[in-house]
Structure formats: C-alpha cells, structure tokens
C-alpha cells in the first residue's frame, strides 16, 4: 500500500519557468516530509526538508510547501535550470519510526 | 568524507545463488539503512541499525536476507537462494540525527541482476 504518492511520472518545463512537483499522502501521523534528487547510476541526494509544524521551507531556488489538511506536499524550483533536469522523490517519516516512505518519483526535464 | 561507498556497483547472479554487498558508510554517521528500489518505484526501506545494532527489520526482508554491522562501521547485507524477483536496486544510506532538519546520505548502489 503506497502511502506517498507522485501521481506525475514526469514533467517537462522551460528553462528559467517555475517547475512544481506534486506529492500525496495518506498516513496523518507523518511528521517530517524530505524531497531527493536522483541521477541517472547515483544514488539519492537529500534537497530539502520541512517538519509537518511548518508550511514552508525555502534554500535558494527550492521552495517546499506543505498542506496538512490536504496532506499534500508540493516542490517549486524558481527558476528551472538544465541541470535540473532528474527524478525528484518526495519521502515522509513518521515521529516514532526510522524509515522514510517514499513516492515513486517524478522525471524532471528542463528544456534549454 | 568520500561518501558512502557499496560494493560492488553491479552484480550478475544465476538464480539459487548467494550474494553478498558491502556498505561503508559515512565514518562520522551511527545510524546505516538499506533499502531496495525496484524499477519504476521509490527506494523501500529493508532495515535499519544504530551502530552495530539491527533496530528494524522490514516484512520485505524474507529469512532469505541477512544483514549486519559487526563493529557498527561497515554493513553487508547477504542474499541467498537468490530469486529473479530480487532484481533490484540495492541502497545504503547512512545519517548522523541531529535536530530535526536531517536527511539521509545515500551511496550510490549496487543493480543486482538474477537471470
């Protein structure tokens, strides 16, 4: 049962554009939601994070905004550049576990 | 800090063999997971020490799997009676919890291949 869900296998977006990647999830006690970027033979590589006692985080270009009541988790990247352009997962962890749960990803490509 | 490290990247088995992969980790980090992708799908979690501790275990984790992390440095998760379902991804990540703000670093793989 998927409890993190990336219901866009991809998107395709215009340099300097805003890109917005969406996630869902089901399971009310997640308290602590992270997005990673993957490269094509690399692991994982941890973006940014937010705690369910925020809405909003921001790093330079990465914005993440959380909505509680919706349970819905969303990544802006102001502005999209080519080297962008790679799988993004969003994952959720509970307070009390040591796993992440992740979703299934969603292909970024940014268009020079 | 080289990252974490697995070994090897890649790996070929016939069916009903064992494996083996190797995770070195962060030198700084306590807490090392595994986790399997496979393709098509987010990493899923398999299980988790803190130093040489096993502290989780997941239900994907058949007692056809084994992991460890003898002196709490390095880990290897073994894999016998090898199956074609456990083609994979394999993950190891490792992290060092401080705070809230925390994320695991993830090595970079090792693609396990039973034909």
């Known amino acids: 049962d998927q409890q993190v869900k990336q219901n866009s296998p991809s998107l395709s977006v215009q340099e300097g554009r805003i890109s917005i990647l969406n996630c869902d999830y089901t399971?009310?006690?997640?308290?602590?939601f992270l997005w990673y970027k993957k490269y094509p033979a690399e692991g994982p590589t941890f973006l940014i994070s937010?705690?369910?006692?925020?809405d909003k985080n921001e790093d330079g270009r990465f914005t993440v905004f959380l909505n509680k009541s919706a349970k819905h988790l969303s990544l802006h990247i102001v502005p999209s550049q080519p080297g962008d352009s790679a799988v993004y997962f969003c994952?959720?962890?509970?307070?009390?576990?040591?796993?992440?749960?992740f979703g299934t990803g969603t292909s970024l490509t940014v268009i020079p | 800090d080289t990252g974490v490290s697995q070994n090897p990247r890649h790996k070929i088995t016939k069916r009903g063999q064992n494996v083996t992969f190797r995770c070195d980790p962060i030198?700084?980090?306590?807490?090392l997971y595994w986790y399997r992708q496979t393709l098509g799908q987010g990493p899923e979690f398999l299980t988790y020490?803190?130093?040489?501790?096993?502290?989780?275990k997941s239900r994907l984790l058949s007692d056809r799997f084994s992991a460890e992390r003898p002196k709490g440095s390095f880990s290897t998760l073994e894999i016998q009676r090898t199956e074609q379902g456990d083609s994979a991804m394999y993950l190891c990540?490792?992290?060092?919890?401080?705070?809230?703000?925390?994320?695991?670093?993830f090595g970079s793989g090792t693609r396990l291949t039973v034909v």
């Open positions: 937010i705690s369910s006692i925020k």
């Open positions: 020490f803190q130093n040489e501790a096993q502290l989780e």
């Open positions: 030198s700084e980090h306590n807490r």
């Open positions: 399971n009310s006690m997640f308290d602590y």
């Open positions: 990540a490792s992290s060092q919890r401080t705070g809230k703000n925390y994320g695991y670093t």
């Open positions: 994952a959720a962890s509970l307070s009390t576990g040591n796993q992440f749960y």
